[in-house]
T-cell receptor, first 114, second 113 residues
Framework: AQSVTQLGSHVSVSEGALVLLRCNYS??????LFWYVQYPNQGLQLLLK??????LVKGINGFEAEFKKSETSFHLTKPSAHMSDAAEYFC????????????FGQGTTLQVKP | KAGVTQTPRYLIKTRGQQVTLSCSPI?????VSWYQQTPGQGLQFLFE???????NKGNFPGRFSGRQFSNSRSEMNVSTLELGDSALYLC????????????FGSGTRLTVV
């Protein structure tokens, strides 16, 4: 069975500072991993996905994530936070069978201070 | 290219009633998944349909059901509504066998009073 743990329900950074959102996964098969962002009263927007092609994945809006199998981690980073990055971020895992079933972490709310 | 369209956007129902939510996937997407989002339980998978067949089902009671039509549009139905069914219901569409990720709609906000 797959599962995802996001460490830290709230993360606060200053504008221009490094953003680091942590995600650890558990999967009995090679996983597909995703990061989604959700702005208030909206659906989820795909930031990036890992599908075993490359361990460092670059996404939209300057975000990237590195797949580390030895640490079962898929942390999301951005070198310099912008006010518009304030939102809720979700890490998700899917089994390799493309089942259409995503298992989400509990989410991390990112606050960006001016 | 149109995104995933969910209707209605907001809905208020009374306990005991039933409700039907609709999801139109991106053109060419044949997989449609449904999720329930609540502050307490987070995002939980309800079910997934592909080519009119339910392939996966989450751990929800039988009051929650769905179907998919030949044009890939999907509906989910909740019968005998309970207060705890108040949530944001999200639909996502994708392409089978392709890991481009899943595109989500804006959701239907259901409030049960």
């Amino acid at each position: 069975a797959q599962s995802v743990t996001q460490l830290g329900s709230h993360v606060s950074v200053s504008e221009g500072a490094l953003v680091l959102l942590r995600c650890n996964y558990s999967s009995s098969v090679p996983p597909y991993l995703f990061w989604y962002v959700q702005y208030p009263n909206q659906g989820l927007q795909l930031l990036l996905k890992y599908t075993s092609a490359a361990t460092l994945v670059k996404g939209i809006n300057g975000f990237e994530a590195e797949f580390k199998k030895s640490e079962t981690s898929f942390h999301l980073t951005k070198p310099s936070a912008h006010m518009s990055d304030a939102a809720e971020y979700f890490c998700a895992v899917e089994g390799s069978s493309n089942t259409g079933k995503l298992i989400f972490g509990q989410g991390t709310t990112l606050q960006v201070k001016p | 290219k149109a995104g995933v369209t969910q209707t209605p956007r907001y809905l208020i129902k009374t306990r005991g009633q039933q409700v039907t939510l609709s999801c139109s996937p991106i053109s060419g997407h044949r997989s449609v998944s449904w999720y329930q989002q609540t502050p307490g339980q987070g995002l939980q998978f309800l079910f997934e349909y592909f080519s009119e067949t339910q392939r996966n089902k989450g751990n929800f009671p039988g009051r929650f059901s769905g179907r998919q039509f030949s044009n890939s549009r999907s509906e989910m139905n909740v019968s005998t509504l309970e207060l705890g069914d108040s949530a944001l219901y999200l639909c996502a569409s994708g392409v089978f066998g392709d890991s481009f990720g899943y595109t989500f709609g804006s959701g239907t906000r259901l409030t049960v009073v």
